[in-house]
């Protein structure tokens, strides 16, 4: 059974280029979850999908918008892309309580 | 503001001995704790979780203690092993509140056991 998978697993873009990061959740999980961790910090809050709809959502910029697809994939955008943007982006899935993290996508901005 | 704080950057413990890792949040709402692995390079990996209606949970070497009225929460790992040697992460969800499933999340503990 195939965990959480993200791709890609490194991404270097340019300040005010558009990133897409992808996330296919656990089996049987059907919601995803979006975390951004900085450098020294614990992962922060993005936003969630249930159902092909954002459910909740932390203190983030339009910048960061999302998808889920039917069958429960995600994708996180982040548009005009700036410095701090930098950071390691996780995707978590969960059915009931438990979240459940994969390894994350590694995003530099130049 | 940091509702979930962990004040011990790094903690060093010797193979065998107990290693306890701690944990304060501020959010009253919270009614449900995680602790999290996180190796370099991979996601963090769930370890054990408590509802506030526990004080305690106990999974293996793994113990989870919750104290409501201080609002802390504290991890025993006993025996200590070197593969222990990790970043420990204590995360917080409202459930009951209808944040269901965001967790706040703690800076981290770098935990290293001493063969």
């Known amino acids: 059974d195939a965990g959480v998978t993200q791709s890609p697993t490194h991404l270097i873009k340019t300040r005010g280029q558009q990133v897409t990061l992808r996330c296919s959740p656990k089996s049987g999980h059907d919601t995803v979850s979006w975390y951004q961790q900085a450098l020294g910090q614990g992962p922060q809050f993005i936003f969630q999908?249930?159902?092909?709809?954002?459910?909740q959502r932390g203190n983030f910029p339009d910048r960061f918008s999302g998808h889920q697809f039917p069958n429960y994939s995600s994708e996180l955008n982040v548009n005009a892309l700036l410095l701090g943007d930098s950071a390691l982006y996780l995707c978590?899935?969960?059915?009931?309580?438990?979240?459940?993290f994969g390894p994350g996508t590694r995003l530099t901005v130049t | 503001d940091q509702q979930v704080k962990q004040n011990s950057p790094s903690l060093s413990v010797q193979e065998g001995r107990i290693s306890i890792l701690n944990c304060d949040y501020t959010n009253s709402m919270f009614d449900y704790f995680l602790w999290y692995k996180k190796y370099p390079a991979e996601g963090p990996t769930f370890l054990i979780s408590?509802?506030?209606?526990?004080d305690k949970n106990e999974d293996g070497r793994f113990t989870v203690f919750l104290n409501k009225s201080a609002k802390h929460l504290s991890l025993h790992i006993v025996p200590s092993q070197p593969g222990d040697s990790a970043v420990y992460f204590c995360?917080?969800?409202?459930?009951?509140?209808?944040?269901?499933?965001?967790?706040?999340f703690g800076k981290g503990t770098l935990l290293t056991v001493n063969p």
């Open positions: 978590a899935s969960s059915f009931t309580s438990e979240q459940y």
């Open positions: 999908y249930y159902e092909e709809e954002e459910r």
């Open positions: 995360a917080a969800s409202a459930r009951s509140g209808g944040s269901n499933y965001k967790l706040t």
């Open positions: 408590i509802s506030s209606i526990k």
